[in-house]
């Protein structure tokens, strides 16, 4: 099981941190990812990371602006938001690879969050 948090209001420019934590004890063998659904909107790709935490990619919109990281030893990933953009605003989640290395492609996860909410205002 994934429990994402962290997600809420913000100010266009703003930050948020959202954290995941897992039930696993697997965590530590699988890659994690970051996607997003936006009103109206296919969920996208946010950004990876290996089961090292050693490899991680963005997607293009994010990249210089989002974090993504994790610690293995709380089965925990997190996802730094900075700069946030009034059309950033959407339901997060956080997945669970059945890879060790990291993956854009959903079929790739195999367990899903259930998603926070994160709504960032002009």
């Known amino acids: 099981q994934l429990q994402a948090c962290g997600g809420g209001l913000v100010q266009a420019g703003g930050s948020l941190r959202l954290s995941c934590a897992a039930s696993e004890r697997t965590f530590s063998e699988k890659a994690m990812g970051w996607f997003r659904q936006a009103p109206g909107k296919e969920r996208e790709f946010v950004a990876a990371?290996?089961?090292?935490?050693?490899?991680?990619d963005y997607g293009d919109s994010v990249k210089g602006r989002f974090t993504i990281s994790r610690d293995n030893a709380k089965n925990t990933v997190y996802l730094q938001m900075n700069s946030l953009k009034p059309e950033e605003t959407a339901v997060y989640y956080c997945a669970q690879s059945q890879y060790i290395l990291r993956s854009r492609v959903e079929r790739d996860y195999n367990y899903w969050g259930q998603g926070t909410l994160v709504t960032v205002s002009s």
């Open positions: 990371i290996s089961a090292s935490g050693s490899d991680t």
